[in-house]
């Protein structure tokens, strides 16, 4: 099979547009952008993950959770909505995968230690190869470790999950080719 996709998790106007921006915001933005690109070219789909939660500044289609200014999107891309940290968990984005009969994905988005990670999890344990894009995935300073160790922590636990099916890779952007 070997087809890939592109996930881009909760890059959203009310996570990365404000103050104070998370890591690396625009440059991220950029790089989702070029990855986006690559993955059209290609013929992979394209899925747009927005976080929402009713009460709250993310409310679905609140200016918070429109996505992120910069981002580029197209009338072929996909875009779900969620309500968890798993971007699997109550969506159809398995569903919407399987469909287009993708083996792996390539992970972005926002925030490295939260969605991020909780999607990453959940698509090996599915059975999808995942390649974390280690420099398209941003989150802010915590009070325990600032954004850069942060995504850094990420970029190296997560490879080192071994009990999966498929593997989980963190690759730079530069070096991400899609299969389609």
Wanted: hydrophobic share 45%; net charge negative; aromatic share 4%.
């Amino acid at each position: 099979m070997n087809k890939s996709a592109l996930l881009v998790v909760d890059v959203q106007h009310g996570l990365l547009d404000r103050e104070p921006r998370p890591l690396e915001a625009d440059e991220v933005v950029a790089r989702i952008n070029s990855l986006a690109a690559a993955a059209r070219k290609a013929g992979c789909p394209v899925v747009f993950i927005q976080h929402e939660r009713p009460g709250s500044p993310l409310e679905h289609d609140s200016d918070f959770w429109q996505l992120a200014h910069g981002l580029v999107v197209v009338p072929t891309d996909h875009r779900l909505r969620k309500t968890t940290p798993d971007s699997f968990m109550g969506t159809p984005l398995e569903a919407l995968l399987r469909e287009h009969g993708v083996d792996s994905v390539v992970v972005t988005g926002y925030a490295c230690e939260f969605c991020v990670d909780t999607t990453t999890r959940r698509a090996a344990g599915l059975g999808f190869a995942v390649t974390l894009a280690a420099d398209a995935h941003t989150t802010h300073d915590k009070p325990h470790a600032g954004a850069a160790q942060i995504r850094a922590h990420e970029n190296a636990t997560l490879p080192n999950m071994v009990s999966f099916a498929r593997p989980i890779v963190a690759v730079p952007t530069a070096e991400i080719r899609f299969a389609g």
